[in-house]
Every structure is written in structure tokens, then in C-alpha cells.
């Protein structure tokens, strides 16, 4: 017998096999949960030297919801069900020979390696060759969300080339639409310039925009979520 997760998102269920070190998180995890209350890295499956599978908080913000309080370990067996963010997680013991793991589980449980060779392609292809050094802003940048599930976000830029997106661990944009690379943000001795290869997708004062210089008061919009420029 192995122990399991079944993970009820976005109306189906998928299945993972417990596996020593495996972490749960908004990313840098082998199971990636896209939620703005999710910790980077959440937690971590251990198992010690009897079999036992324990489930351990990484000093996350809002940690483990086990039947409605919150947990900062938890002993994983048959039937135990828990919460991280909108995630259930149900535990079960499935026989080894005879469950088949489905073609949906390399998505669910892509590891962080693979995630960042995408990303790594993915910030190669949007950052020009020429901007590679970090140059300090002339001013330092603020990025307010302020529509979208990330309302009330606020990031902190003093140096660039950096890189937003869906694969971007450091800053993530949740958006179920964005692109792996939305946009990037770099100096260029005139001020701080937006750069972007979804002009469609990424609009920039609500007009599709390939690069310009960013102002206080800009918006940078991504279908729902909308990101105000600040400089200072």
C-alpha cells in the first residue's frame, strides 16, 4: 500500500503519490497551487524512518487548515483530509500494482527544475541580450495591484532587468491568462523603461504598447488584473 493525495481543484480531481521531500506552494514546489494566500513554498511531505509521512509547515503565512483550524504539522494517513489555500487535500492508500497514475499527474506535479528550464527559455526569449548586467533605477519602482486577485499586492523595484509572469517565482502574476513572461521592467538612462512580447495580452495604459517609458499613474493591465506605476 502507498499513501496519496486526491486534489480537488478547479472542478476535478487529481491524484499524486506521497513522495519524501515533495513541497506544496504558489511556486519553487512539486505541486504548484496558484493562490495569492499560498506561500511560496507551503510545505513539505517528510517521511521518517519507520514509513511514517508527516506533513510540515515552512513557516508559511497562513499554514494548514485541518478541520478548520490551522496546523503547523500534521501526521498523513488513510483519511486524512486537510486545506492549503482553496486546495482539499484528501489522503488515501491505493495498492502499488494496481493504480496507473493519469497523464494529468506530470502537469500537477511538474518538478522546480523543469519549471525553471521553462522559465529560464522563457526570460531568454523576452530579455534582450543587451540589458543582462543589473543597473540600479533612477528612481525606484512600484508596482500596486490594484484589480485582480492579487489586490492589495505591492512590489519594490530598485534595479532592473526584472521579469513578470506566471513562471516568474519572485514575482508571480496569478492571472489564469498570463503569459509565462508578461513583461519586463529595465533602466536605460532616461528612466525606467516597460518592455512586453504580449502587447495584446500586456496593455499598458489600456493600449497595446511594446515598449515605452513607464510615468507615475501608468496601469499595466493583464485580462482582470491591473497593476498601477509608482516612482520615487
Not at 476535478?12 to 499560498?38: F, H, N, Q, S, Y
Not at 540600479?136 to 490594484?146: E, N, Q, S
Not at 495584446?200 to 504598447?209: F, I
Request: with cysteine; aromatic share 6%; net charge neutral.
Amino acid at each position: 500500500m502507498a499513501l496519496h493525495f486526491i486534489i480537488e481543484k478547479n472542478g476535478r480531481e487529481e491524484t499524486i503519490p506521497l513522495k519524501d521531500g515533495m513541497v506544496i506552494g504558489r511556486a519553487e514546489a512539486d505541486i504548484v497551487i496558484k493562490d495569492p494566500v499560498v506561500s511560496t513554498r507551503h510545505a513539505m511531505v517528510r517521511r521518517d524512518g519507520q514509513g511514517n509521512w508527516t506533513l510540515l509547515d515552512m513557516d508559511s503565512r497562513n499554514g494548514i487548515i485541518y478541520e478548520g483550524r490551522k496546523s503547523k504539522n500534521l501526521t498523513l494517513k488513510q483519511g486524512i483530509n486537510f486545506s492549503i489555500g482553496k486546495v482539499l487535500f484528501k489522503t488515501i492508500e491505493v495498492e502499488d500494482t494496481n493504480f496507473t497514475i493519469s497523464k494529468s499527474l506530470s502537469m500537477a506535479t511538474e518538478i522546480w527544475h523543469e519549471k525553471m528550464a521553462r522559465m529560464t527559455e522563457s526570460v531568454s526569449k523576452s530579455a534582450p541580450k543587451e540589458i543582462r548586467e543589473p543597473d540600479l533605477f533612477p528612481a525606484t519602482l512600484k508596482l500596486d495591484f490594484v484589480a485582480g486577485i492579487q489586490t492589495g499586492t505591492q512590489w519594490v523595484i530598485a534595479y532592473g532587468p526584472r521579469a513578470f509572469g506566471s513562471e516568474i517565482p519572485e514575482f508571480t502574476i496569478l492571472e489564469e491568462s498570463a503569459p509565462g513572461v508578461c513583461f519586463i521592467v529595465l533602466g536605460d538612462g532616461k528612466g525606467i523603461t516597460f518592455r512586453t512580447d504580449y502587447p495584446s495580452k500586456v496593455l499598458l495604459n489600456g493600449k497595446p504598447t511594446k515598449t515605452d517609458l513607464v510615468k507615475p499613474g501608468d496601469e499595466i493591465s493583464i485580462a482582470q488584473t491591473k497593476i498601477r506605476v509608482g516612482i520615487k
